[in-house]
């Protein structure tokens, strides 16, 4: 997110930030302009991203909320980004999560997603490209797909896929 946001491929506008945890990347885009909504089912984690977002002296609206039940109205955003949610969505519950963001998206509205990969072996949220492509593809516009790997704080390898989709119109 952060290099596409400073090569000016994603441009400020009205953003969401799907499951926020601790608010680092909505209080990053807030700082480059966005308009961020940002939410989490943990009250602990909204309470101390809100501390985040007034000790960066930026105005993030940031609310308690299932990604199931998106309290917003439809295409009110432009930007959607998902670090490390779809990944904790049930699957029963994956076309209801993809329809609710793109519900909320605007027509033509981008949406950046980034997930677990089957590289870090067979679990039942660790994606393939092509699940993923079945998964968003009557939804979105995939416009590029791509693996990525983050050495975490725990010292293990840990491989993603970024996804970058435009929502199709309606
Ligand atoms: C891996 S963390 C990602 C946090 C954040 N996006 C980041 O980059 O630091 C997953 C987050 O999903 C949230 N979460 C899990 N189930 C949820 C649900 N049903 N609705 C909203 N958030 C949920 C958790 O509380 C947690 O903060």
């Not at 807030?30 to 985040?52: L, M, N, P, R």
């Not at 027509?107 to 997603?113: A, D, F, V």
């Not at 993923?132 to 979105?140: D, P, Q, T």
Request: aromatic share 14%.
């Amino acid at each position: 997110m952060v290099e596409l946001v400073e090569r000016g491929r994603v441009t400020p506008s009205k953003a969401l930030d799907l499951c926020c945890g601790a608010g680092t990347n909505p209080v990053y885009m807030a700082k480059k302009g966005f308009d961020v909504t940002a939410f989490d089912i943990s009250d602990k984690a909204v309470e101390y991203a809100k501390e985040q977002a007034q000790r960066a002296d930026v105005d993030v609206k940031l609310l308690v909320a299932d990604f199931l039940k998106l309290p917003f109205k439809s295409d009110g955003f432009d930007f959607a980004f998902d670090f490390g949610c779809f990944h904790h969505v049930d699957e029963k519950d994956r076309n209801p999560f993809i329809e609710g963001v793109y519900r909320v998206l605007k027509p033509q509205g981008t949406y950046l997603l980034v997930c677990f990969s089957h590289k870090n072996g067979p679990a039942w949220n660790h994606f393939t490209r092509e699940q993923i492509a079945e998964l968003f593809g009557n939804y979105f516009e995939i416009k590029w797909i791509r693996h990525v790997s983050s050495l975490e704080g725990d010292q293990i390898t840990r491989y993603f896929y970024e996804v970058l989709m435009i929502n199709s119109e309606r």
